[in-house]
C-alpha cells in the first residue's frame, strides 16, 4: 500500500511561516494544516497547488509517494 510523505513542516518552518499563516492565506484551517503535516490527510489536488504557489516549491517536491 502507497502512502504519502510530505515535507510541508520543514518547507513552512524555513520560510518562517506559522501554520495559521498558511492556513488562512490558503483559506483552509489550522487543523487542515496540522493534518497534511503529521500525514493523516492527504490534501485535495487545489490544495497541494495553493501549497506549492504559496512555499514557491513544486508539488513533487513538497509531497513524495512512499512505496
Same mark, same amino acid.
Given at each position: 500500500?502507497? +502512502?504519502?510523505?510530505? @515535507?510541508? @513542516?520543514?518547507?513552512?518552518? !524555513?520560510? !518562517?511561516? =506559522? #501554520?495559521?499563516?498558511v492556513a488562512?492565506?490558503? !483559506?483552509?484551517? =489550522? #487543523? +487542515?494544516?496540522?493534518?497534511?503535516?503529521?500525514?493523516?490527510?492527504? &490534501? +485535495?489536488?487545489?490544495?497541494?497547488?495553493?501549497?506549492?504557489?504559496?512555499?514557491? +516549491? &513544486?508539488?513533487?517536491?513538497?509531497? #513524495?509517494?512512499?512505496?
Amino acid at each position: 500500500m502507497e +502512502t504519502m510523505k510530505n @515535507k510541508l @513542516k520543514e518547507l513552512r518552518k !524555513g520560510l !518562517g511561516l =506559522r #501554520q495559521e499563516d498558511v492556513a488562512s492565506r490558503l !483559506g483552509v484551517t =489550522r #487543523q +487542515t494544516i496540522i493534518a497534511v503535516e503529521n500525514n493523516k490527510y492527504n &490534501p +485535495t489536488l487545489e490544495l497541494a497547488m495553493k501549497l506549492a504557489r504559496l512555499l514557491n +516549491t &513544486p508539488v513533487e517536491v513538497i509531497f #513524495q509517494l512512499d512505496e
